[in-house]
């Protein structure tokens, strides 16, 4: 599976941004995919992730009730629909797959990533 991001820019503090992460392949709607971010000087962290059928979702404190993460099979593509953005969401975001819905957080799991598209939160 390949993944490319989209979406990311420039937003101020409040706003929105919806990123979106396509992939290729006939085996997308077989995968868990994630959102994972890294902000400078900073480890990667999870950020969402949606079970393959689109059923299930979850999130880390930092986000909850701000993000959700969404997905379309037919189109190949998950979504991340960011809402009242901080500074501190200031970061390079990445898609991402995997198999299985165990230990999300353990970003050494995931098989594919995306490339990864910056956010930038102005305060």
């Known amino acids: 599976v390949q993944l490319q991001a989209s979406g990311g820019g420039l937003v101020q503090a409040g706003g929105s941004l919806r990123l979106s992460c396509a992939a290729s392949?006939?085996?997308?709607?077989?995968?868990?995919m994630a959102w994972i971010r890294q902000a400078p000087g900073k480890e990667r962290e999870f950020v969402a992730a949606?079970?393959?059928?689109?059923?299930?979702?979850v999130y880390p404190d930092s986000v909850k009730g701000r993000f959700t993460i969404s997905r379309d099979n037919a189109k190949n593509t998950v979504y991340l629909q960011m809402n009242s953005l901080k500074p501190e969401d200031t970061a390079v975001y990445y898609c991402?797959?995997?198999?299985?819905?165990?230990?999300?957080?353990?970003?050494?799991?995931?098989?594919?990533w995306g490339q990864g598209t910056l956010v930038t939160v102005s305060s």
């Open positions: 991402a797959a995997r198999s299985s819905w165990y230990r999300l957080h353990d970003l050494r799991s995931y098989d594919y």
């Open positions: 392949g006939r085996t997308f709607s077989s995968y868990v």
């Open positions: 949606i079970t393959s059928g689109g059923g299930s979702t």
